[in-house]
């Protein structure tokens, strides 16, 4: 079965510094990972994904994430936070070999970003 | 703005009302799905469609039950809710089975008295 961790439930970085978000998963083969936002009262948004390739993917809103397979992560970062990113991060995987387009979320990570 | 849409946005009922859920996708999409997201728990995968075929039950209740009439559309019909079902009920849409980016409603908070 796959699983998605998402060891904090908060994180908290002032304006201009930049930001990570923690995605640890754990699947059978290779996998699809990706990150979403969610806005309040919205529902999620697609940031960016990894299938295969170049480790460091590049996403919406100047957002990238990097894949590490030794330590099987998913981290979410950017370089310099604005207030406006202020939402829910939602970490997600999917079996590469898995017969539907079915994905196992983490329980989201809220970004607070301070002016 | 995501091409799904959903209505209600808001929804209160008592346990013993029915009512139900739609879901319209604008994209083309095969495949549809149904999560509910309640705080601090993961997104819980409810149902998927494919192709308007059910390919996927996770263990829901039968309070619940989905309708696919074809593929752009998706209902969530409800019955004898239990105050523990109040959660946002989220629909998402995918191009077909086997395809990973899904994208999602703004979903539809639900409130069970």
């Known amino acids: 079965a796959q699983s998605v961790a998402q060891p904090e439930d908060q994180v908290n970085v002032a304006e201009g510094n930049p930001l990570t978000v923690k995605c640890t998963y754990s699947?059978?083969?290779?996998?699809?990972l990706f990150w979403y936002v969610q806005y309040p009262n919205r529902g999620l948004q697609f940031l960016l994904k990894?299938?295969?390739?170049?480790?460091l993917v590049k996403g919406s809103y100047g957002f990238e994430a990097e894949f590490n397979k030794s330590q099987t992560s998913f981290h979410l970062k950017k370089p310099s936070a604005l207030v406006s990113d202020s939402a829910l991060y939602f970490c997600?995987?999917?079996?590469?070999?898995?017969?539907?387009?079915?994905?196992?979320f983490g329980k989201g990570t809220m970004l607070l970003v301070s002016p | 703005e995501t091409g799904v849409t959903q209505t209600p946005r808001h929804l209160v009922m008592g346990m013993t009302n029915k009512k139900s859920l739609k879901c319209e996708q604008h994209l083309g999409h095969n495949a549809m799905y149904w999560y509910k997201q309640s705080a601090k728990k993961p997104l819980e995968l409810m149902f998927v469609y494919n192709f308007k075929e059910q390919t996927e039950n996770n263990s829901v209740p039968s309070r619940f039950s989905p309708e696919c009439p074809n593929s752009s559309h998706l209902f969530l019909h409800l019955h004898t809710l239990q105050p523990e079902d109040s959660a946002l009920y989220l629909c998402?849409?995918?191009?077909?089975?086997?395809?990973?980016?899904?994208?999602f409603g703004p979903g539809t908070r639900l409130l069970v008295l």
């Open positions: 699947v059978s083969g290779n996998p699809y």
């Open positions: 997600a995987v999917r079996a590469l070999n898995s017969g539907y387009s079915t994905l196992t």
């Open positions: 990894y299938i295969t390739g170049d480790n």
């Open positions: 998402a849409s995918s191009p077909s089975s086997g395809t990973e980016t899904q994208y």
